[in-house]
């Protein structure tokens, strides 16, 4: 699988994000990882102090069971937001966006969802409605052996 593309999610353009997502990783095991960065005050001057908090979950499939219209992905668009989850045997992950229109402009402050799919993996970037930078990648795994 080599899938490229990148961008940030909006509601003209959730449709093709979620088909993306399934073309990636439905009906293949894949390695989610999700990393929580924080930034705490330095201790001098210099030095910005990091900690990275991290949640690896491997071989994981999606799983449409229980869902409302039985799929292991869906989006939507109401109330003039990108809405979009993502089903899987651990649980679900959700994101939504503000942003109107097929293509919106990069936002390094990660406001609304940023995706960049690359080869056999997904990266997502967003923040949490608490505010909390939020980054997770799915990478299908290799099962030839």
């Known amino acids: ?7 940030m999610l ?27 960065p924080t930034a705490y005050p330095p201790f001098d001057k210099e030095n910005l102090d990091m900690d990275v908090r991290m949640d690896v979950r491997t071989s994981q ?4 069971e229980g869902t409302r219209n039985g799929k292991a992905i869906t989006w939507s668009v109401e109330d003039e937001r990108a ?7 651990y649980g679900l992950y959700c994101v939504d966006s503000k942003l109107q229109g097929d293509r919106a402009r990069n936002d390094s402050t990660y406001q609304n969802p940023y995706f960049v799919f690359e080869g056999n ?16 990648t799915f990478a299908v795994e290799d099962h030839s052996e």
Request: overall charge positive; proline content about 3%.
């Open 83 to 89: 809405h979009l989850t993502i089903y899987d045997t």
């Open 61 to 64: 499939k999606l799983s449409p």
């Open 121 to 136: 993996r997904v990266t997502i970037r967003h923040r949490a409605p608490a505010g909390n930078l939020l980054v997770w």
């Open 1 to 7: 699988m080599n899938l490229y593309w990148y961008g």
């Open 10 to 36: 909006t509601t003209g353009n959730v449709e093709q994000v979620a088909g993306l997502l399934g073309q990636l990783l439905d009906g293949k095991f894949y390695t989610a990882i999700t990393a929580y």
